[in-house]
């Protein structure tokens, strides 16, 4: 995955004062920079002496012809003074990208009563015409470029602009129609596609089986590679044959090998009970590898499933796996308690154990080899899940932390929300089904955020409300 690129045009207005507007866009830049998120920058230095946006000395079709050359993934428009709101509407309307809007908080009046910047006022104007030209953007308080707001703000709106690149290039690798019986797994791929741009590639499991089989023939790198992960990373219970391995990690590299080939970026497959047939094993644990490598599996053919972790791993930009369970049952004890389950696909990294168990399925009558057992850490995280019907889309977002519970078998955590009997109405009353993608990250706020960029799908937060986001979002708590 290629760094995000972020436009940065700093503005000023002429009537104000040159030397602290440039002053500020220096210092913004250096803070942008302090934060440590991996991603580059593109400025408008060369463009004019300052480097700044302003009247008419550096033009809009400039700076647009440089993000789209840069082909940048979102903009930030800074105000270092009171700004030019018309050349900021035009760049970011023809770049139509996630766009910030901020700036740096003014100095009290001279001594003299001339003020330096008016940062403020040109942001309450810059707004208005942002509205005029039909340009979603995100807006963070304006406060000084050391408060925490600014840097909260605008690491989320980093974040979010990482969900909504992602979704607008989503391609997923449809390995197989759902299961038969499983009528919640139904999607409207027509629609996602007019909708949201979402692409489906499908393909058989004729078609998976016959690249494994393949690549356990060939026997090359990549297989002895995923074998010897399989060895290093679990304990491979004695009820495993050693062909069972192989038959893994081949299917792990064939997965992978048709996501780079079709350029998808997250995997739906129907896990049962056809592909035990056709191959002898589970694929659980080669959705786990797949899933810790940053390329997302769902089980059960789950389209929507497969979006919500793309957005949710983008959320976190890409610096953490994320984990596909199914919502399943009440804590015995804790009234808000539930129990996060699949059968084995949870990532490896995740697990509590140093090295968990490769077992054969535990349900099924064939009791194929294949899945990866045990509980993983617990800890804050979000949940969350893509979904609709009828035409309209919603996007769940709930926090949620990890519980002490009883043992189960499959892979596995226990929860705590705030109030369950609440999520559980929402849940099932819709239009969301059993099944959702879990984070160890809070990026409630930031997938919260990219819903304003994604025309069509609506926000809706549990816990925090969407209220308390938009509290936390201005530095109010």
Known sequence: ?????????????????????????VLIREKMESFGMDIDIVDLEGLNEE???????????????????????AVFFPHCNFGTEDTVARVAKAI???????????????????RLRDTQCGLFATGKVLRRFNVPFTYVTNSRVDDLVFERGFKNFVAAANVVRQFRKLRILQIGPRPTSFWTMMCNEGELLERFGIELYPITLIDIQNAAKKVEKANGPALKEAVSYI????????????????????????????????????????????LQDAIGIMP???????????????????????????????????????????????????????????????????SVEDKPK???????????????????????????????????????????????????????VWVEVNDWPLWEEKLVKGPYVHHSVGIHANVIPALY?????????????????????????????
């Open 1 to 25: 995955m290629k760094k995000l690129k972020l436009g940065y045009a700093p503005t000023r207005r002429f009537t104000f004062s040159e030397v602290d507007a440039f002053k500020y866009k």
């Open 51 to 73: 480097g700044l946006l302003y009247d008419d000395h550096i033009g809009a079709d400039q700076i647009v012809d440089r993000f789209r050359k840069e082909d940048v993934d």
């Open 96 to 114: 139509g990208k996630p766009t910030l809007l901020w700036g740096p908080r003014d100095e009290a009046p001279l001594e003299d009563g001339m």
């Open 231 to 274: 060895h290093n990373k679990l304990e491979v219970m004695a009820e495993v044959p050693p062909e069972a391995v192989t038959r893994v990690a081949a299917l792990k590299v064939a997965m992978k090998n048709y996501a780079e080939a079709s350029g998808s970026t997250a995997i739906a497959i129907q896990c049962w009970s056809a």
């Open 284 to 350: 659980c644990l080669a959705n786990a590898i797949l899933t810790d490598e940053q390329i997302p599996v769902t089980c059960e053919t789950d389209i929507h499933g497969a979006i919500t972790s793309v957005m949710v791993q983008a959320g976190a930009m890409n610096e953490a796996p994320t984990f596909f369970a199914d919502l399943t049952i009440r804590h015995p004890d804790n009234p808000n308690g539930e129990l996060l389950f699949h059968c084995g696909n949870f990532p490896v990294s995740l």
């Open 358 to 412: 490769m077992r054969r399925h535990f349900l099924f009558d064939d009791h194929a080899p294949g899945t990866h057992e045990g509980e993983i850490r617990g800890g804050d995280m979000t949940l969350a899940r893509f979904d609709g019907d009828h035409g309209e889309y919603s996007l769940f977002l709930g926090k949620a932390k990890g519980i002490q519970g009883p043992y189960t078998r499959g892979s596995y």
């Open 449 to 477: 955020e990219a819903c304003s960029y994604i025309p069509g799908l609506t926000p809706d937060p549990v816990d925090p409300t969407e209220a308390q986001i938009k509290a936390w979002l201005r530095g109010s708590v």
